[in-house]
């Protein structure tokens, strides 16, 4: 067997389709694909490179016929089919916040810390899609001086909480003109026409969860576990694109043009800055992109050393279905899906 057979687990939801457009467009080298998801949605077809795929049940005897497994579906099932697929000799990219912060999971953004992959056992993670983006900048920056603190703002879209809170803001949209009332099944208030400072579940001290994972991911991902973020997330009727002010404290001094030089030259980020004709990152414009777009590059008047930026980036494609392909890719490059024991070639029990 020359490539992978892989799986993805989820492919009906908003990452997963779009992990189906990236592994195509890529050309991921592939034996076999197979897709599954919730019972709702087993015997539905979905059309890969011109192929009728049939979506199958997610159970654990799907693992045994496959060596690559993405998983992105929710916590619950990531937390249990993580651990049947490796146990099946088939390596996981995990898209949930379940495994990002196990010492023995990799979390990866290849640009930043490919490497890591070597040490996978089993079970790699992608992290959150405002981690992605927001390390991306800082690998760029602190190539220039060490970074001594971060303060984040979050414009996070609705599709970062997957294909029913769009449906959910375009409900809302058309009550909203309509003068009905809103109906709320994904947030704890409307989101049309509105903005939540809310982004996950809350936590002790008043954080979120999602502002305790950009502390704690971007820690992991750059080696720098003392580094200070501290992030506000927010929610926002935007349908994809998650955006970011973010303002960043150096021990030495930095150029807004010096910063704007190795942004450009990074992989994976494309600068948009020149405020005489109104060019500065938008959601609109990252839509369906894997650049990490950033702007609005200026010296942070509040701060010593300090520079404000402004980042967009598509959260289904970098923030997601994206980094966990170029993670696959870099399993693949390493030789090192062909993990564990020999596997039976059928397994007789889910
Ligand atoms: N959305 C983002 O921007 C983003 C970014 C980074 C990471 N993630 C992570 O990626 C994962 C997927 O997110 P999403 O936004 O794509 O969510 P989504 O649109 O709600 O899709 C969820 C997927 O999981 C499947 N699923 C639900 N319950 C299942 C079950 N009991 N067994 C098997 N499959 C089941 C769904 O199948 P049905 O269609 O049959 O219901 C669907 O394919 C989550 O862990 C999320 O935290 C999301």
Redesign the pocket.
């Known amino acids: 067997m020359a490539h992978p057979r892989v799986t993805i687990?989820?492919?009906?939801?908003?990452?997963?389709k779009v992990a189906l457009t990236v592994l195509e467009e890529r050309a991921f080298p592939m034996e076999s694909l197979r897709l599954?998801?919730?019972p709702?949605?087993v015997g539905r077809t979905v059309t890969f490179k011109g192929e009728e795929l049939t979506v199958e049940a997610?159970t654990p005897a799907v693992f045994a016929e496959s060596d690559i497994a993405f998983i992105?579906?929710?916590?619950?099932?990531?937390r249990d089919m993580a651990l049947a697929a490796k146990e099946r000799g088939c390596v996981v990219i995990d898209?949930?916040?379940v495994w990002r912060m196990d010492p023995e999971v990799p979390l990866v953004v290849p640009e930043i810390n490919a490497d890591d992959v070597d040490a996978h056992n089993g079970i790699l993670a992608?992290p959150?899609?405002s981690t992605t983006p927001l390390v991306m900048a800082l690998d760029a920056l602190r190539q220039a001086s060490p970074i001594r603190r971060v303060i984040a703002a979050t414009y996070q879209s609705v599709?970062?909480?997957?294909?029913?809170a769009l449906a959910e803001l375009e409900e809302q949209s058309r009550d909203y003109f309509a003068g009905n009332e809103a109906r709320t099944d994904q947030y704890p208030h409307p989101i049309a026409f509105n903005l939540l400072p809310h982004v996950g579940s809350f936590r002790d001290g008043g954080h979120t969860s999602e502002e305790m994972k950009m502390l704690n991911e971007t820690r992991k991902i750059l080696h720098e576990p003392g580094l200070p973020v501290s992030a506000t997330c927010v929610r926002v009727p935007v349908r994809v694109c998650h955006s970011e002010a973010v303002n960043i404290e150096f021990e030495r001094p930095i150029s807004p043009g010096e910063a704007r030089e190795l942004l450009a030259n990074y992989p994976g980020i494309v600068v948009v800055d020149d405020p005489a004709t109104n060019a500065y990152p938008m959601p609109l414009d990252g839509e369906g992109k894997d650049e990490v777009f950033v702007g609005r590059i200026r010296e942070d008047v509040a701060l010593p050393n300090g520079l404000a930026l402004w980042l967009v980036s598509d959260?289904?494609r970098k923030?997601?279905a994206t980094n966990a392909v170029q993670i696959a890719e870099e399993v693949v490059a390493r030789g090192l899906w062909r993990y564990g024991a020999a596997k039976p070639a059928v397994e007789a029990t889910a």
Do not use: E, P
Request: with cysteine; aromatic share 0%; charged share 10%.
């Open positions: 687990v989820g492919a009906t939801g908003a990452v997963g599954t998801a919730s709702r949605s997610t992105s579906a929710n916590d619950d099932i990531s898209d949930s916040g992608i959150n899609c599709t970062g909480t997957g294909s029913a959260n289904l923030g997601a």
